[in-house]
T-cell receptor
Framework: GNSVTQMEGPVTLSEEAFLTINCTYT??????LFWYVQYPGEGLQLLLK?????DKGSNKGFEATYRKETTSFHLEKGSVQVSDSAVYFC????????????FGKGTKLSVIP | DAGVIQSPRHEVTEMGQEVTLRCKPI?????LFWYRQTMMRGLELLIY????????DSGMPEDRFSAKMPNASFSTLKIQPSEPRDSAVYFC?????????????FGPGTRLTVT
């Protein structure tokens, strides 16, 4: 079956540091890949997505590249801010039009001034 | 536009009591999803609806759980009787078929505590 593995948290960084959150997946076929973000007390929000190999999703300074050869979709940001403190979830779906989202366990990021 | 609305935000109840969680999806969205989030199991899809019709309830843990969607703007998730192991955050999400089912918009969640 499909599964998503992301790095254990929590992650604590100083403001303006570089962020990487690792995500690898197992899936049959050609899944779509996502990063969702959950701010304290809120629901999940779609941060970025990629639907085919070598696609790069980007939003709000965050980026992730769909690497089929390494089955990875690592999240990166060059300079984090305190406002980026949240829980980040990597997720996949079996493909365009699929209803099923399989989520990783989430990685909590804390950014300190 | 208003996002997905859930109520209550917090619910504390005693074991054996009935619990009803409510959700109002984004207007115009034709898919609605119920998820449960726990530390141990992460996010799990419980059930989803299309045009008010339940499509897949294979994630519903047991018969104590039921969900309805009487119209396009309202859905409920009911647990009867509740048990301590049902304590979790329950999320409702909605999406529109034109944007792909995997672009889901989540509500703020209901934190349920069963004592």
């Amino acid at each position: 079956g499909n599964s998503v593995t992301q790095m254990e948290g929590p992650v604590t960084l100083s403001e303006e540091a570089f962020l990487t959150i690792n995500c690898t997946y197992t899936a049959t076929g050609y899944p779509s890949l996502f990063w969702y973000v959950q701010y304290p007390g809120e629901g999940l929000q779609l941060l970025l997505k990629a639907t085919k190999a070598d696609d790069k999703g980007s939003n709000k300074g965050f980026e992730a590249t769909y690497r089929k050869e390494t089955t990875s979709f690592h999240l990166e940001k060059g300079s984090v801010q305190v406002s980026d403190s949240a829980v980040y979830f990597c997720a996949l779906s079996a493909g365009a039009g699929s209803y099923q989202l399989t989520f990783g366990k989430g990685t909590k990021l804390s950014v300190i001034p | 536009d208003a996002g997905v609305i859930q109520s209550p935000r917090h619910e504390v109840t005693e074991m054996g009591q009935e619990v009803t969680l409510r959700c109002k999806p984004i207007s115009g969205h034709d898919y609605l999803f119920w998820y449960r989030q726990t530390m141990m199991r992460g996010l799990e899809l419980l059930i989803y609806f299309n045009n008010n019709v339940p499509i897949d309830d294979s994630g519903m843990p047991e018969d104590r759980f039921s969900a309805k969607m009487p119209n396009a703007s309202f859905s409920t998730l009911k647990i009867q009787p509740s048990e301590p192991r049902d304590s979790a955050v329950y999320f409702c999400a909605s999406s529109h078929h034109g944007r792909g089912l995997n672009e889901q918009y989540f509500g703020p969640g209901t934190r349920l505590t069963v004592t």
